[in-house]
């Protein structure tokens, strides 16, 4: 049992990192933003790129100043709605493709952990983000950033992260 634990804590693991990596490269390819303004924390809940505001690094924790650090790499928000999107698509895509090299290894119910996983964080953050944002009434996180910037791409992000996630695992 404690081996299953320990596989599973790593799998949540992978899924971090695939979704951290995910943003942090779009923030240093696409918004230009350099090493030094933009770092990844692990050692936080919930993980996150954090993005340096003047002295200070800028966690989605506090959206007000995260949203106010993104606006000085990118004035305009010409690249919000990929930023913020850019964790959960790096995410689905890393979770399928390692799932799918534990399939083609025989290790199939390492597969179903890493997708389940990644469902379970998902969903948890997901759920958090949207009741903390109705709740306060202003932006709480990435995916109700990625909502209030447009609605269309929030709910293309969920039917690609729900269609991959579910298609992956339906036939496995």
Not at 5 to 24: C, I, K, R, S, W
Not at 54 to 61: I, K, R, T, V, Y
Not at 97 to 113: D, N, W
Request: include cysteine; charged fraction near 10%; hydrophobic fraction near 50%.
């Amino acid at each position: 049992m404690l081996v299953g634990l320990f596989v599973f804590v790593l799998l949540v693991g992978v899924v971090v990192m695939f979704h951290e990596a995910g943003q942090y490269l779009v923030g240093r390819w696409l918004l230009d933003i350099s090493s030094s303004d933009l770092k990844i924390v692990l050692t936080s809940l919930p993980q996150h790129v954090a993005l340096r505001n003047g002295d200070e690094w800028a966690s989605p924790l506090d959206f007000a100043t995260y949203q106010e650090a993104y606006h000085q790499y990118d004035p305009d928000s010409t690249h919000a709605v990929v930023f913020f999107s850019a964790g959960e698509l790096a995410q689905t895509v890393g979770v399928v493709g390692l799932g799918s090299l534990f399939v083609l290894s025989g290790s199939t119910m390492f597969a179903q952990l890493l997708v389940l996983s990644s469902v379970m964080l998902t969903s948890c953050y997901w759920t958090f983000d949207i009741a903390l944002y109705l709740h306060m009434g202003s932006l709480t996180g990435e995916f109700s950033a990625l909502w209030a910037r447009s609605p269309l791409s929030g709910a293309g992000l969920v039917v690609f992260f729900v269609a991959a996630h579910g298609g992956f695992y339906a036939v496995l």
